[in-house]
């Protein structure tokens, strides 16, 4: 069974992903850590972000078993995520070994902004996961403040505003519901009940609890 998550910025598909993943014993690839790395590459290195040929190199040659999800999961590294994922080279480069993953024997739960569109089209179970810009800002400003970021509420608000901005209107792969996934607006939900929901779609689409 493959189960396809996407949704914007901090609307908690990730969550969702992984406890799917936990109940129903699959692996899980959260797709975005993937942009992540070659993001925090590019400002590593100090790359213009213009050069594709060196984009698209860094994301050929990622080491996806040793991904550091903690050091990649900063505002910083966010911004420069989503301007590489604009590279139509570089998703290129990260497209088989996504697929791959999905398609290994017993399935995966995969998440990010094309899984449903593009990586798995095939998927047996497709949510798309959002919740208002202003929740979702607020949920990632006492993730980061906690991890000591120096952020503040309105300068996460424009970075979520900003990221969705970018991934929705882009050429390549744009963020984009699925025309067979299903809804899950958590902006009224805590994580247990958006969890909740995920089962049930997943027990209506496949018979599985
Ligand atoms: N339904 C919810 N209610 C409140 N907080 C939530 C909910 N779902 C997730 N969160 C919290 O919101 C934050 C973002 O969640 P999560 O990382 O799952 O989102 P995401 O969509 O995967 O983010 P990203 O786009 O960065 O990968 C986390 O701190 C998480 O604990
Ligand atoms: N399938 C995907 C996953 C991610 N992206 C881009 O990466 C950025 C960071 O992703 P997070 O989920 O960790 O926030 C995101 O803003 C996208 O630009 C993508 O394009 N496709």
Do not use: W
């Not at 995969?110 to 949920?139: H, Q, Y």
């Amino acid at each position: 069974m493959i189960i396809a998550i996407d949704g914007p910025a901090a609307s908690g598909k990730g969550t969702v992903a992984r406890a799917l993943a936990a109940h129903f014993r699959l692996p899980h690839l959260d797709t975005g850590l993937l942009y992540r790395a070659v993001g925090a590459e590019v400002l590593a290195r100090g790359l213009d972000f213009s050069d594709v040929p060196a984009l698209a190199g860094l994301a050929a040659a990622l080491d996806v078993q040793n991904l550091d999800g903690e050091a990649l999961r900063t505002g910083p590294v966010g911004e420069a995520a989503s301007r590489v994922a604009e590279i139509a080279e570089v998703r290129q480069a990260l497209i088989d070994l996504q697929r791959d993953f999905a398609r290994q024997p017993g399935g995966a739960v995969l998440d990010g902004r094309d899984i449903g569109t593009v990586i798995a089209p095939e998927a047996e179970v497709k949510i798309f996961v959002t919740a208002s810009p202003e929740a979702r800002a607020a949920r990632r400003y006492a993730e980061l403040s906690a991890r000591g970021e120096p952020v503040t509420p309105q300068s996460v608000l424009e970075d979520i505003l900003k990221r969705d901005q970018r991934d929705s209107s882009r050429a390549a792969a744009p963020l984009l519901r699925a025309v067979d996934a299903e809804l899950i607006d958590n902006t009224e939900l805590d994580k247990q009940a958006s969890i909740a929901r995920a089962l049930e779609i997943v027990a209506r689409r496949t018979g599985r609890g």
